[in-house]
């Protein structure tokens, strides 16, 4: 079978993976990219497939980075089935309906500029109703139930403990005869995240695909981050000041509001205003209390034991703009915690503003920073930052906090691989900065002696290659040598092309009015073909 890296190949965004069989072709993972205009200019590139050819998409969870190009693909003829967990697609559903609202303000905003420049309107990526169609095609499937997508190929999905709802895909072929074994780990979660349970760990597969965003890093203990957390709490209070928090909507944000939770339940902070300054955030919450058969057992005992672990006694949600500005008004100490997580757009940016300049308050990174956004910049310790068009003074303190992490680390990472037993695995390392890929790649070889590689974007490879036919000697003769035949169909290709290319010509002079001639799509097809036979004779 054939694969192609469209996405995650040594970058962590825009997660994809072309498969092909036969005729059959899929996508794991359909990420948009983000992250600069030129990663991002990849979300409108040519793709190796058209739509409409696509089969299905297997989601292993509902991060844009995953999912976040889907409505494109059914704005441009996809109607095969997007198949996940139910927590991805109540997810998929409020984060891919942002999405789309983010696509038409940018694009509103780039018109309007255009205008003015003299230039052409845009369209954007996909509308609200691309994104409000393309959950028509979401198909819901439980954890470790074995689901048969269509002749030959079967998927299974596991917890992956990332974010609600997000999964390892189990993925089976036949090849040759022969069933061969897929898996994608998609994101794995840490191991001491609170709410969700552990990654699953899986025992074989032929070819695993392997997340490596914090391959190289090993996370602050658990215990040790809320121990920070706590210190920074009371620092606050004891200045009358706020604490702000730039978090992803989904996950971090429900980790956090868990955490304060257990402070505020064990008295070693009292109870005082927490806010939730995004819309996104305050859907997601809601749809984790939805699933809460996705939690983990410590979890479920605190909802069993009658506490409401995503609940708070002062927990503000701002929905509305004003509500949001209302923050600012208040006077009390205080927990901001607001999107987007890497401080790049949202409502966060106006808190940074707010709060960066003044020396009293405490500024807490929590989750992964990619190079070159607001976030990495306060990180990397800037002493001014700019701000709708302003340039704010950093003065306030800046804590990065280690544990609050989504993603396995590196010691996680090879936890969770100890258990393929075959010796015979290939790993394929994607979803990470390059060097991080490779120098995990390279650590997975010394320790496991599984063999490695590290594609390239739009890398493509054969899997399994097919094992030569044999021929039964005795019919052996009657097979014409490969050079001859070859050299025969070349004659009529040649001809065939060269009479073909006449009377096309001489349609056209002849018919000049008709605007999309009927052979048009046969030639688009034929020329497809050909370019597919193209690219896998490599
Ligand atoms: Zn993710
Ligand atoms: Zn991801």
Redesign the pocket.
């Known amino acids: 079978m054939r694969v192609e890296f469209l996405g995650?190949a040594r970058s962590?965004?825009g997660?994809a993976t072309l498969l092909e069989k036969g005729s059959l072709k899929w996508l794991v993972d359909c990420?948009m990219f983000q992250g600069g205009k030129e990663l991002e200019e990849r979300n409108w590139s040519v793709q190796p497939y058209r739509s409409q050819d696509l089969s299905f998409i297997l989601l292993t969870?509902a991060?844009i980075?995953?999912s976040g190009l889907i409505p494109k693909l059914v704005k441009e003829g996809f109607r095969g089935k997007v198949i996940c967990t139910k927590a991805t697609r109540d997810l998929c559903e409020v984060m891919l309906k942002d999405s789309a609202h983010i696509q038409e303000m940018d694009t509103e905003w780039q018109s309007r500029k255009n205008k003015r420049a003299g230039e052409k309107e845009t369209v954007p990526l996909y509308t609200m109703k691309d994104a409000e169609n393309s959950l028509q095609c979401f198909q819901p499937v439980r954890y470790d139930e074995m689901f048969q997508l269509t002749d030959g190929v079967k998927v299974r999905f596991q917890d992956a403990g990332?974010i609600l709802g997000s999964a390892i895909l189990e993925v089976w072929v036949e090849e040759g005869g022969q069933e061969k074994k897929l898996v994608f780990s998609?994101?794995l979660g840490d191991f001491e995240q609170p709410i969700l349970r552990n990654p699953t760990p899986i025992k074989n597969a032929d070819v695993l695909w392997l997340?490596s965003?914090y391959g190289n890093r090993l996370h602050k203990s658990r215990e040790k981050t809320v121990q920070e957390l706590l210190k920074i709490i009371q620092e606050a209070l004891d200045l009358q000041a706020k604490v702000v928090i730039p978090a992803f909507a989904v996950e971090r944000t429900q980790d956090i509001i868990y955490t304060l939770g257990q402070l505020i339940r064990k008295r070693l902070i009292p109870s005082i205003p927490v806010y939730i300054d995004s819309p996104l955030a305050i859907s997601a919450t809601e749809i984790f209390k939805k699933n809460s058969d996705c939690f983990d057992q410590e979890t479920r005992d605190l909802l069993l034991g009658g506490e409401s672990p995503l609940d708070l006694p002062q927990l503000i949600y701002a929905r509305s703009t004003e509500e949001s500005k209302a923050i600012n008004e208040d006077s009390r100490p205080g927990i901001i915690i607001s999107a987007g997580g890497m401080c790049e757009a949202g409502r966060i940016q106006h808190h940074l503003k707010h709060h960066l300049w003044r020396k009293d308050s405490h500024i807490v990174i929590i989750g992964y920073q990619a190079a070159g956004t607001v976030g990495r910049r306060i990180v990397d310790g800037v002493k001014t930052i700019r701000l709708f068009g302003e340039e704010i003074a950093v003065k306030a303190h800046i804590h990065t906090l280690g544990g609050f992490s989504a993603?396995a680390d590196q010691k996680g990472l090879l936890e969770w691989l100890s258990h393929f037993n075959n010796p015979q695995l290939e790993v394929i390392v994607n979803?990470g900065e390059e060097n991080i890929s490779l120098e995990l790649s390279q650590l997975i070889r010394q320790q496991f002696h599984f063999k490695t590689t590290v594609p390239q974007w739009r890398e493509k490879r054969f899997l399994f290659a097919p094992e030569k036919k044999m021929i039964p000697e005795e019919r052996a003769e009657e097979v014409p040598p490969a050079g001859e035949t070859l050299s025969t169909l070349f004659k009529h290709l040649e001809r065939s092309y060269t009479r073909l290319r006449r009377k096309l010509k001489r349609e056209i002079r002849m018919s000049k009015e008709s605007r999309e001639p009927r052979w048009l799509k046969q030639l688009e097809e034929i020329n497809h073909k050909l370019e597919k036979l193209d690219s896998e004779l490599l």
Do not use: Y
């Open positions: 995650g962590v965004t997660s990420g969870h991060h980075d995953h990332h998609g994101d997340e965003t993603h979803h």
